[in-house]
């Protein structure tokens, strides 16, 4: 892409897209309904109306069959989110976008790497947002963030929001906040970034073995169509009894943790879509476990994780 900028963390990068592009006062943004909470934040924190959407069940991804029954002559936007590492498909949405003028935002915080028809992250649409959290796929070790774009003038426009909105020291052209990207922080993704692609090839590599010999029929294996298209981020498995699953594998010295328990409509943060329902993105969050997989696990680890859950 033409421009990377840095910045605070991943939830600034969003925010600032967001409002380099002027959308507020209710303008609507398409989102997933599963998301993790920060997706939805950067969209309400600018005033603007998050318009929830369910993922597919197979890929988690945001369907994009159910995109066009949500657009109004309120939308600007759809923020995709490429959740647990996998890469939206795209082709139905760069249609859509398209169709009615809309501008494609992604939430690429999960999936650093990650490739659609050959093209990485963070240049699908017109504007994405990085994390650089020190879990995430690509971390530093405190808060990082990036935004990418091929916009010549919004990427100007991010430089100076995210510096007091400033340019030029002591010049403020807009109400900008201070979201720079630490030297030090910066200095360490410098190191690690060139790591990156063969920390995700393991990632992959530990994603295969677990599809290939995990072979308990109570647990629901993540899917994809496509080996590039997914780094990893998080392996998520479904089952039906996850209290004693997860209890099963904690004795067994097997940490696992749930992305995510409770979604977003779900929240007292958002009290009014408390009420709505979305079948798929509960039953997600009601089922999801997320196993262990990480760059650094030995091949002992990983096998002892397919034993043990073969045992269950
Ligand atoms: C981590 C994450 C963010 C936010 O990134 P921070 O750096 O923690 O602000 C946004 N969206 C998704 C999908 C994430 O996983």
Redesign the pocket.
């Known amino acids: 892409m033409k421009h990377c900028i840095g910045c605070a ?6 925010k600032l897209i967001i409002k380099a592009y002027g959308f507020r006062n209710g303008d609507e943004i398409i989102v997933p309904a599963n ?2 909470i ?2 939805i934040l ?1 969209i309400s924190d600018n005033g603007c109306t998050p318009v929830l959407v369910e993922p597919d069940i197979n890929t988690y991804n945001i369907n994009p069959d159910l995109i066009e029954e949500k657009i109004t002559d309120k939308t600007r936007a759809v923020l995709v ?3 647990y590492g996998q890469a939206v498909q795209m082709d139905k949405i760069w249609a859509l976008a398209k169709k009615y003028n809309l501008k494609i935002i992604e ?1 690429s ?2 999936a650093h790497g990650a490739l659609y028809n050959g093209k990485c992250t963070g240049s699908l649409g017109d504007a994405s ?1 990085f ?3 020190p ?2 796929n690509l971390g530093c070790l405190g ?3 990036a935004v990418t774009t091929n916009d010549d003038e919004l990427a100007q426009k991010i430089r100076a929001l995210r510096n007091y909105g400033s340019h030029i020291k002591y010049h403020n052209l807009y109400q900008g906040s201070n979201s720079r990207l630490d030297e030090i922080q910066a200095a360490i993704l410098s190191v690690k970034l060139p790591e990156l692609d063969k920390d995700n090839k393991r990632r992959r590599e530990i994603s295969k073995y677990y599809r290939e010999n995990i072979s308990t029929s109570k647990i629901i294996l993540p899917h994809t169509d496509n080996e590039m298209s997914h780094v990893w ?1 998080i392996f998520a498995v479904r089952t039906s009894n996850r209290n004693d699953f997860q209890a099963y594998l904690k004795q067994n010295e097997i940490q696992t943790l749930i992305h995510y328990p409770i979604p977003p409509h779900k929240q007292p943060a958002y009290k009014e879509w408390n009420n709505l329902s979305f079948p798929l993105t509960e039953e997600i969050h009601d089922t999801i476990l997320s196993l262990p997989i990480s760059p650094v696990m030995t091949d002992d680890e990983v096998k002892k994780v397919v034993e043990v859950i073969n045992a269950f």
């Open positions: 963390n991943g939830l600034d990068a969003l998301t993790y920060a997706s950067a989110v490429h959740l939430d915080a999960q947002g994390s650089f959290y879990g995430k808060d990082g963030g981020h």
